[in-house]
């Protein structure tokens, strides 16, 4: 006798059921939490904002964020503005740092569309930093980092993070050796042009001491994921070099 | 006695019938996360979660799962276990949920999962499938933390991101007397030859697991 689990009719019926239940406990379970994980993504932004300016919790060799319930007052006190740069534009915006770069970024593949980049001031025991949020690609998917610099481009702090690079490789990104090797490192090159900074294989200079090479020591086994560490640097970075060139001229 | 008769079922994959040495199986996740010992650990503990739950869960459906799409309604399972989980974690435990989310696309399509669902928690009653799955996944999770700590002791001379061997640049500890870190062993090729060398220890030590030709 047919057993009845393998009757056509049943096994449709069952498969049209489990996607309703499995869809249906999904889609609560996201829109449940949604409003919990939204808030954590939020402060979690301006824990790296800040990160990147120095404002952290750091012991050697750790990465540490401020805590997420003294960040919101920590945010108001070091970060003295916002800013949203839309073409010759400049505005200021209490709200930048919620920002889509992803959606800006598809966006502005329409030649049309003046893209708006958020720049935020931030200022720590009379310094002024200026942190630019910038987004790429790595080997399996996006990859983003905070980077802060002085007004001559000249790196101050860098928080990084990826979303699903190999762990123990390319996930290394956002560890303290590779993070703090950028501190220093200058964005123009020698001529004053802006340049970026190259993550290389085999440099002579494995300590990082000279600052001013626009390069820093890759990751064995990183190859693609350092690649795009550097292809973000450059052509997010790019962008911002007017601003900061306007800056230096006034 | 009870509770206990069926012991083997944890204790057998942890060496006769480990799914990575014997079966084969989780292949691709051993090569692809083993470079540091943190991260094996990590993977291991997380498959034990998903590995448990999910061969109760089968288990439980056994009896109404047709047959000719039993695959994939094991894959839905998987996957809507560990997005569930991803989700609760992202809500409440921000932290974790980034240490754990690169695992997450490996821990759905991990082959020791799927495997153990069609062999074992099909055919048999819950408490025996998660025994099952537990000793499995403490099987997989034994050879990803030898392969790792190997590979990252060679290969970057830490342990667990401790500098056990002394700094490389600056020439302290081993390095002083000339020794070297084998960069060779943070690619996938080298975790597959260590693997190759727990599989040609363990069945020179117990000759019953070599295959007649």
Redesign the interface.
């Known amino acids: 006798m047919e057993k009845r ?2 009757k056509n009719s ?2 449709i019926l ?2 049209i059921g ?2 309703f239940i ?1 869809g249906s ?2 889609a609560f ?2 829109s449940a ?1 949604k409003p ?2 939204d808030e ?1 993504k939020r402060l ?1 932004k301006q824990q790296n904002i800040l990160y990147a300016m120095g404002v952290n919790e750091n012991e050697p ?1 750790s990465v540490a964020m401020i805590s ?1 319930d003294k960040v919101a007052a920590e945010f108001s006190k070091y970060i003295v503005k916002q800013l949203v740069i839309q073409g010759k534009e400049v505005k200021v915006d209490g709200k930048a740092y919620l920002i889509d770069i992803k959606k800006e970024q598809a966006a502005a593949k329409d030649a049309s569309y003046v893209r708006k980049l958020p720049l935020f001031l931030g200022k720590k025991e009379g310094t002024i930093f200026y942190i630019v949020p910038i987004r790429g690609k790595g080997l399996w998917d996006a990859i983003w980092a905070y980077v802060s610099m002085d007004e001559n481009m000249v790196v101050q702090g860098i928080f990084m ?9 390319g ?1 290394n990104i956002n560890k303290r050796f590779f993070m703090d090797d950028f501190i220093g490192e200058n964005m123009l090159d020698a001529s004053n042009q802006f340049k970026g900074i190259a993550v290389s294989k085999g440099n002579a200079d ?2 990082n001491i000279d600052k001013n090479d626009n390069e820093v020591d890759a990751i ?2 990183a190859t693609i994921t350092g690649d795009g560490v550097a292809a973000m640097i450059r052509s997010e970075l790019k962008v911002y070099s007017s601003y900061f060139i306007h800056l230096k001229n006034n | 006695m009870g509770l206990f008769k069926d012991s083997n079922l944890v204790t057998d994959p942890l060496t006769d019938t480990n799914p990575v040495t014997i079966q084969v199986l989780g292949i691709c996740s051993a090569l ?5 010992l ?2 094996s650990i ?2 291991a503990i997380a498959v034990l979660f998903v590995l448990g739950a999910g061969n109760v869960v089968i288990s439980l459906m056994r ?7 039993r695959i994939i ?1 094991q894959l ?1 399972v998987v996957a ?1 276990l560990v ?2 989980v991803d ?2 974690l ?3 435990a ?1 932290q974790l949920s ?1 240490t754990l ?3 997450v ?1 490996l821990i759905i399509t991990n082959c020791i999962i799927m495997g153990r669902f069609e062999a074992f928690a099909l055919a048999n009653k819950p408490w025996r499938s998660f025994l099952d799955g537990i000793g499995n996944a403490l099987g997989y999770g034994v050879i990803l933390v030898i392969v790792g700590f190997f590979r ?1 002791l060679l ?1 970057s001379g830490t342990l667990l ?1 401790f500098k056990v061997l002394g700094d490389p ?1 600056e020439k302290t500890g081993a390095y002083a007397y000339g020794y070297e870190n084998n ?1 060779f062993m ?2 996938a090729p080298m975790a597959l030859i260590t693997l190759g060398i727990i599989i040609w220890v363990q069945r020179s030590k117990n000759e019953a697991l070599i295959e007649e030709n």
Do not use: Q, W
């Not at chain 1, 993070?161 to 490789?169: A, C, R, V, Y």
């Not at chain 2, 009896?63 to 799409?69: D, G, L, Q, R």
């Open positions: 689990t393998d049943y096994t069952f498969a489990m996607v499995v406990i999904l379970a996201a939490l919990n994980i954590n979690e060799g997420a993070d990826h979303k699903g690079e190999t762990p123990g490789l996930a494995p300590t064995a086994g | 692809a996360i083993t470079a540091e943190e991260a990590v993977m009896n109404i799962i047709p047959s000719k799409i309604v839905i809507a997005i569930i989700l609760v992202k809500a409440f921000y980034k989310s690169v695992f696309g990252e290969g991101g640049i960069g943070l690619l």
